[in-house]
């Protein structure tokens, strides 16, 4: 099993448990690669075990070994996603989509975690954790989905979606 590469980049600035919304930048030929990487079309599906190793695999839901393309290290961008997901799941792995406008999304929830925009290199603009809903002060609400729950684009302030 392939271990994963550490993330430089948000090391020690996500806490486990914790709910990400991070933005950086990253040049075309990166956000091509993990295009690549994926082994589904259409949005870009990657799995995260407990360890941090990261894979591709064609289909949901359980994976055997044999079906898994370990990718860990082949694309900073995939590990810095990685990272950040596995730390807001408190080192239980899971899964994630690189969708075509740009985002990672956690697919457990399909809440965004890491908007990547158009730059010349990879460089963090800004992060942002706040607690899970677990670790809120109790009567505290839950925070209005950013993203529409049908087609995943970003949600306008009236929180309903212009697309659908």
Known sequence: MQLATE????????????????VMTADEAEQIIVRALAITSGDAQFTIVPNGSTFATENNGQTRDKARVHISGLSPLVDDASYILNQMRRATGGRMFFLRNGQFINAKDRRPFLTVLAGSSLEVISISTSPTASSRPEGESRAIPTTCPNCFQVLPLTGVCDSC
């Open 7 to 22: 993330s430089l980049r948000f090391k020690n600035k996500v806490a486990r448990g914790t709910v990400a919304d991070c």
